[in-house]
C-alpha cells in the first residue's frame, strides 16, 4: 500500500469552501475583558467565544491561578491515580457536587474526554447508545469507541428516541442528548427524554457544556431550568471552559456512578491530571458565578435584546433563546461571504460549516456574553441587518 499524496484532499476541501484557517489573538485591549480582541492588527468586537460569563479574563482567576502555581507548581505530574491527585482538585469537586446539588463530581481534563470517560464506562459491545442527530462530535465519537451500537434520533425528537428505546434488541445502555445544542442554541426535550430512558432502564447523559452556568434559577443549568434532579437526569456533564472561563469538564452524579468512572474510564485513567492552578482559578470562578448572578441575566438579557433588534431589521433567527444565536445562511459559500462582511465591519462572528453542521445548513454563530456592552449588541445588529439585506438582494 502506498501512502495517498495530501495535496488533492486539500484542493478539495478548498474547492467546496470547507478549509479551515485559524485566526491568532494578537492581544486583549480591555484589560479584564475579552469582549474585545485584536487580531491582524485590527481591533474586533468578539461574539464568537463561549465565555458566557465574562469571566475569562477575570483578575480573581488570574490571581488563584498565579498563587496556586506558586504554591504548587504548574503540572500535575502524575494521572489522578497515581500521585497528581491534590487538594484543589478535591475541593473543586466537592464545589461542584455542592454546585449541581449531587453526592459526587468527577474532575476530567476536558469536555471531549468527559464524554468518552462516561458513554465507554457505562455501554459496550452488544449494547446501544442513542443520540440526538445533532449532538457535538465527543458524543459521536464517545458512542463509536465503545463499541456499542450507535443510533441516532431526529433532533429533539423525544418520541422517536422513545421508539428506539422500545425497539431493544440490543437494548440501550445510554440514551445522550447535549443539553444546549452547541451549534443551535436550542434546548433538549429533558422531561421527555428522562421519561423515555426511566421507562427503558437506560442511563440519560445530558452533556450541558453551554447550559451550566448560564441557565437555571442558580445556573445549575439545562436540568435545573427543566426542574429536574438526579433521578431524572443521573449523568451530568459540565465543563469549565465556557461559561466558567477556565478549563476542564466534570461528571456530577450519584456516589457509586463516579466510583465505576474511576475504576473504568480510561479518559480519566490514562492522562496526566489536569494542573492544580486551573482547578483553583475554577473554584475562583464557580464562587463568582455563584455570588453573582447578574453576569448569567445580562447574558440572557443581551441575547433578549440581540433577537428583538435581529427581528426588527430582517436578520434571519432560529429558534434559540440562549446565547448561541445562529444566523442560518443555507450555504458554506454565504456564510464565509458573511463573515467576512462582518469583519469589515469590526465584528468577529465565525462561520460555521459543514461537517460541524450539517451541508445546506451553513450559518453564522453569534454568541452573546456579560462582557458585551448594549452599543456593542446594536451595532452588531445594525451590520447584520444590511449584510443580510444584501445576502439576500443577491
Ligand atoms: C465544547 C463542548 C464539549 C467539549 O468540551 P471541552 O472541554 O472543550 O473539550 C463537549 N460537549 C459540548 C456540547 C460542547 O459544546
Known amino acids: 500500500m502506498k501512502r495517498q499524496p495530501l495535496e488533492p484532499a486539500l484542493e478539495e476541501i478548498e474547492r467546496q469552501h470547507l478549509r479551515r484557517h485559524r485566526a491568532t489573538v494578537e492581544a486583549y485591549p480591555d484589560k479584564g475583558s475579552r469582549a474585545e480582541v485584536i487580531v491582524d492588527g485590527r481591533r474586533l468586537i468578539d461574539f464568537s467565544s463561549n465565555d458566557y460569563l465574562g469571566l475569562a479574563a477575570h483578575p480573581a482567576l488570574a490571581a488563584a491561578m498565579a498563587e496556586c502555581a506558586a504554591r504548587c507548581g504548574t503540572g500535575s505530574g502524575a494521572s489522578h491515580l497515581i500521585s497528581g491527585h491534590g487538594r484543589e482538585h478535591a475541593a473543586l469537586e466537592e464545589e461542584l457536587a ?11 481534563s476536558t469536555g471531549y474526554m468527559a464524554n468518552l470517560g462516561v458513554v465507554t464506562a457505562l455501554a459496550s459491545r452488544g449494547e446501544s447508545v442513542l443520540l440526538d442527530r445533532l449532538s457535538h462530535a465527543s458524543l459521536i465519537d464517545a458512542g463509536l469507541l465503545s463499541g456499542a451500537r450507535l443510533r441516532r434520533y431526529p433532533h429533539c425528537d423525544a418520541a422517536a428516541a422513545r421508539r428506539l428505546l ?3 434488541a440490543p437494548a440501550a445502555a445510554v440514551l445522550a442528548t447535549d443539553g444546549v445544542f452547541s451549534m443551535d442554541g436550542d434546548i433538549a426535550p429533558l422531561a421527555s427524554l428522562s421519561e423515555a430512558a426511566r421507562a427503558h432502564d437506560a442511563w440519560l447523559v445530558v452533556d450541558d457544556a453551554h447550559g451550566i452556568g448560564v441557565l437555571g434559577r442558580n445556573g445549575r443549568g439545562a436540568v435545573e431550568l427543566a426542574g429536574l434532579g438526579t433521578d431524572q437526569v443521573p449523568v451530568l456533564v459540565g465543563t469549565l471552559g465556557k461559561a466558567f472561563g477556565s478549563f476542564g469538564a466534570f461528571v456530577a452524579g450519584a456516589e457509586e456512578l463516579i466510583d465505576v468512572l474511576i475504576q473504568r474510564a480510561r479518559s480519566y485513567i490514562y492522562t496526566t491530571a489536569l494542573p492544580q492552578p486551573v482547578a483553583a482559578a475554577t473554584r475562583a470562578a464557580l464562587s463568582i458565578a455563584q455570588q453573582e448572578a447578574w453576569r448569567r441575566e445580562r447574558a440572557l438579557a443581551l441575547t433578549a435584546r440581540f433577537r428583538a433588534g435581529a427581528r426588527e431589521v430582517g436578520v434571519p433567527l432560529a429558534e434559540s433563546t440562549t446565547p448561541i444565536q445562529p444566523i442560518p445562511l443555507g450555504s458554506a459559500r454565504a456564510a464565509l461571504r458573511a463573515q467576512q462582511a462582518l469583519l469589515e465591519a469590526g465584528f468577529w462572528a465565525v462561520a460555521i460549516r459543514s461537517p460541524t453542521v450539517p451541508a445546506g445548513q451553513e450559518r453564522l454563530r453569534i454568541t452573546l456574553t456579560a462582557g458585551h456592552r448594549e452599543n456593542q449588541v446594536d451595532a452588531l445588529v445594525e451590520s447584520l441587518g ?9
Not at 386 to 394: D, Q
Open 386 to 394: 444590511r449584510i443580510c439585506a444584501a445576502a439576500l438582494a443577491s
Open 166 to 168: 422500545a425497539e431493544g
Open 98 to 108: 455542592a454546585f449541581t446539588g449531587r453526592e459526587r463530581a468527577l474532575l476530567f
